[in-house]
């Protein structure tokens, strides 16, 4: 469930007429719902009850400023998988104490900052890892807190680009050799070892996998127990899929109970869940404009002003998000278009073969697209990227501005 409705055939954010958003602030437009955002975060804080839990939300799927205040202001923890999302994490207002690292090339300098910072535990993705966490924190007479991520080998059948948990995949360290390399953690004088995680792929629609690997999780913690070796924490990353298209993932809280099967006779075991998507996903949209109908051969194009820098999802993964039209009270010709931006690509599509009912100067919405939508942008073909809009009821908060001409060149410098 989320807040864009239509309202008289026309869509809001919550209270707010998106087509006055698009007047008063341009295209593209990213629009976020805080309530949508709030719903979402407790649907997951509220089903894991009483049982020790932390909801990180994965600072990744969208770092602006205004949601990640808004999680803050919840009491949400983070994951983070870089020295530049725990900024943006501390200038929200997150408790570092409740931010989990993650990711598999922290250099000595994010490991520096988070340890200062006295985050709540590094996810550590390797041996070499170990070694650098354990050099950096004894530079600073610092234990470092430590879980490790572990590649419990389920198949998530998701997209292979963002299936992460197979033998094959760059992350985490091999069930097979997780007792060598907790025993190695163990005894490096400035680790403390406090947790176990993992993180399977992102966009799963089946509670199966992740059951299926917290089993696994769960039996390595007490083959590590009988060694001596007590883990406190069990992260099981994010991953849970949302509806773009037909797709019938678990609602979070279904999701949750499927774990808590296992986790009700572990009291003492505090449980971290790492979503990004499920919370932020269908909490944003992206605003565009039609600037040209243009008859193909073959086919018809709506071009318009959002493109792959704007939103990389469709180009990038083939991924199907909804394009619905903004007033659908104008009477207007339905037609199949494929929707495409401006940029010089065969690739830049936003979706292909869409029936819809427009002409130039219209607005039409991306739909789920609050996660990995902005974070991706780039100003590929110096086109600047697009600004972000929160809305909470009838107010409207400018949470990014759009970039302007100039700020396309920052940094850079012509040469005589
Ligand atoms: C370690 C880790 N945790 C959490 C996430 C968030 O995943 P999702 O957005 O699918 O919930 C990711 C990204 O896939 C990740 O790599
Ligand atoms: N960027 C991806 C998800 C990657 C998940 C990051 N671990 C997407 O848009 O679906």
């Known amino acids: 469930m989320d807040f864009f409705q239509y309202q008289n055939q026309r869509l809001f954010a919550e209270q707010c007429d998106v087509t006055e958003l698009a007047r008063q602030h341009g295209t593209p437009l990213y629009v ?10 407790h649907a997951f804080d509220r089903a894991a009850g009483k049982h020790p839990h932390l909801v990180c939300y994965a600072v990744k799927a969208n770092s602006n400023l205004g949601v990640l205040s808004v999680l803050a202001k919840l009491g949400s923890g983070f994951d983070i998988v870089s020295g530049g999302e725990l900024a943006r994490v501390l200038e929200a207002g997150g408790d570092p104490a409740k931010v989990v690292f993650s990711g598999v090339g922290k250099t000595r300098e994010e490991i520096g900052e988070a340890l200062d910072a006295n985050i709540l535990c590094f996810n550590v993705e390797s041996e070499a890892e170990l070694a650098r966490i354990d050099e950096v924190a004894g530079a600073r007479g610092k234990q470092a807190p430590i879980s490790i991520r572990i590649n419990p080998d389920v198949d998530a059948k998701t997209h292979p680009y963002i299936s992460t948990g197979l033998k ?14 907790y ?3 163990a005894s490096y004088p400035n680790l403390d070892v406090v947790g176990m995680d993992c993180h399977i792929g992102s966009q799963l629609t089946d509670s199966t996998p992740f059951v299926d690997a917290l089993d696994r999780l769960l039996a390595l913690i007490d083959e590590l127990a009988e060694q001596g070796i007590h ?15 037909e797709e019938t993932p678990p609602h979070p809280d279904q999701y949750v109970e499927a774990l808590m099967t296992r986790m009700a006779q572990r009291p003492d075991l505090t449980l971290i869940f790492e979503p990004g998507r499920a919370i932020m996903a269908n909490a944003g949209i992206l605003l565009t404009e039609v600037e040209f ?7 018809n194009f709506a071009i318009v002003d959002a493109a792959m820098n704007d939103l990389l999802r469709p180009a990038l993964y083939s991924a199907w998000q909804r394009i619905i039209e903004v007033d659908q009270s104008l009477q207007r010709t339905h037609r199949i278009y494929d929707v495409v931006g401006p940029v010089c690509e065969t690739g830049d599509f936003l979706g292909k073969d869409r029936e819809l009912g427009i002409q130039a100067g219209d607005l039409l919405a991306v739909r789920s697209a609050g996660a990995y939508g902005f974070v991706m942008a780039s100003n590929y073909n110096s086109r600047p990227r697009a600004a972000e809009i929160l809305v909470d009821g009838e107010r409207a908060f400018l949470v990014r501005e759009r970039e302007k001409r100039q700020d396309l060149w920052k940094g850079e410098h012509k040469v005589s």
Not at 293 to 299: H, I
């Open 32 to 41: 976020y719902s805080r309530a949508t955002i709030e719903r979402h975060w």
């Open 168 to 181: 094959a995949n760059k992350f985490g360290v091999a069930r097979d050799h997780a007792v060598r390399i």
């Open 183 to 185: 025993q190695l953690a």
């Open 231 to 245: 883990i406190r924490h069990l992260d099981v990353g994010g991953g849970l899929g949302v509806n773009y298209r």
């Open 293 to 299: 109908l243009k008859e193909g051969e073959e086919k």
